[in-house]
């Protein structure tokens, strides 16, 4: 989520069932935040346009991604995105995963991702919204990791915008 800070820079969490009792545990993974001057970047946002299917090979990476081997691609020059953007928005989609785990999207490649930007059950397709920065020469990456071994799973990324400073 992309959501603005109350007083003290704190967040509020509230979780609701259809019954008393049940319970949630939360996670909550920080992965960037937005400051008020007026020389930061600036959002321009994009008809929404795939650049990434593992199921076809758009974005230049074909097949299921197997857990915790981060793979790249180039989202500069397309969907839209033009040299010298720095960071972009999307939907980032998990489908026809064979365990439960998490997809983790960033501009480093990390085979052992430290937080998760969409998590998922088995047999669940998934998507979440990101806001991510771009990695060197305009490329993200993006690893699938699930407990066991070895699942696999295909990943899909739609952007729907771009900053540029």
Known sequence: VTVALGAGGTLSITYAAPTSGPTAQVIFDVTGYFTADASGAVFVPLTPARVLDSRDGTGGLSGAFSSHVARTFTVIGHGGV??????????LTVTQQSSLGYLSVGPVAMNNPTSSTLNFPLNDDRANAVTVALGGGGTLSVTYAAPTLPPTAHAIFDVTGYFVP
């Open 82 to 91: 033009p040299t010298g953007a720095v960071a972009v928005t999307g939907n």
